[in-house]
């Protein structure tokens, strides 16, 4: 059993539409991360978050740390947008655990 | 250990010096990944390698910094002329393959090298 786990896999979505990346992990975290890859293989650190909501553009991050569960939003998506978002969570011994990632391709 | 094996686990230096920072990866695993993160901070993305070639260094966050892996194998992550900015804890992982582009491929990750620059 994965101590992350992600869903949708994949996802496609048409230009505009409101999108929602779900994460559940099942250990004990100092924090969790928003983590976007595009093609080519670049990661970019999206959010870092411990509790509550963070906003940056059009990309919002929850987490609800009694039920272990985050999400990742995107509002009026873009195809430049298309890239696999992975959720990761941390704890304090700076053990890191990885989701599978979710694929997501934004048609024009 | 069959594990990510990086060293030093500490490693305090002054500003202005040379540091050199290793990771073993676990037997057998093609991509190996360097990340960082300072205080307060969210994870950082360096570089990745798959075998022996880095097809990406843009996360490489200035000139003083390189990576090398040699042999498949171990790798070095350099900094040269260290900053106080420099100050984080340098993380490597390994993993069979790329890992996340449609693949289902787990990172693997040491203990992490804590690098403190006075």
């Known amino acids: 059993k994965n101590e992350v786990e992600q869903s949708p896999q994949n996802l496609t979505a048409q230009e505009g539409e409101f999108i929602t990346i779900n994460c559940s992990y099942s250990v004990g975290i100092s924090a969790l991360h928003w983590l976007q890859q595009h093609p080519g293989g670049g990661i970019v650190s999206l959010f870092m978050?411990?509790?509550g909501k963070k906003k940056h553009g059009r990309l919002i991050a929850t987490i609800n740390i009694q039920e272990k569960h985050s999400s990742l939003h995107i509002t009026a998506s873009h195809p430049r947008d298309s890239a696999v978002y992975i959720c990761a969570v941390s704890n304090t011994g700076n053990q890191f655990y990885f989701g599978t990632g979710t694929s997501l391709t934004v048609i024009p | 250990g069959a594990g990510v094996s990086q060293s030093p686990s500490n490693k305090v230096t002054e500003k202005g010096k040379d540091v050199e920072l290793r990771c073993d990866p676990i037997?057998?695993?093609?991509?190996l990944y360097w990340y960082r993160q300072s205080l307060g901070q969210g994870l950082e993305f360096l570089i990745y390698?798959?075998?022996?070639?880095?097809?990406?260094k843009s996360g490489l966050p200035s000139d003083r910094f390189s990576a090398e892996r040699t042999g498949g194998s171990v790798s070095t992550l350099t900094i040269q002329r260290t900053q106080q900015e420099d100050s984080a804890v340098y993380l490597c992982?390994?993993?069979?393959?790329?890992?996340?582009?449609?693949?289902?491929?787990?990172?693997?990750f040491g203990d992490g090298t804590r690098l403190s620059i006075l």
């Open positions: 978050l411990s509790s």
């Open positions: 390698f798959q075998g022996n070639s880095a097809p990406d």
């Open positions: 037997s057998g695993h093609t991509a």
């Open positions: 992982a390994s993993s069979l393959a790329t890992a996340w582009v449609g693949s289902n491929q787990p990172q693997h």
